[in-house]
């Protein structure tokens, strides 16, 4: 493979090694994967982390307050129910968000 796109990590990311050809690249968004590894199987990495901006994320709340933005959710579940969250978002027929209530 070219390209690995690692959204798991964990045991995912050690077996993603070896289908990268030399030169491919992993791409991980649960974390930066070890730099020593990807030497080793002659690969690359990257790990393309967001930084969060209170002017950002405060201009976001004036919208939705506003009326401007409309989030769209799905469903709302308890934590308890992650794992049927999860088997929710695997059936790929969502539109929008699922959110997970800890109250």
Request: aromatic share 2%.
């Amino acid at each position: 493979m070219d390209l690995v796109l690692d959204t798991i990590g964990g045991e995912v990311q050690q077996r993603s090694w070896v289908v990268l050809k030399s030169g491919g690249i992993l791409v991980s968004t649960v974390g930066p994967p070890p730099g020593d590894v990807a030497l080793q199987h002659k690969v690359r990495v990257a790990s393309p982390f967001v930084q969060p901006s209170a002017t950002q994320l405060a201009e976001i709340a004036r919208l939705i307050d506003a009326g401007q933005l409309r989030p769209i959710v799905e469903t709302v579940l308890p934590l308890a129910e992650a794992r049927r969250g999860h088997e929710i978002i695997q059936g790929g027929h969502t539109r929008g968000k699922l959110v997970l209530s800890i109250n």
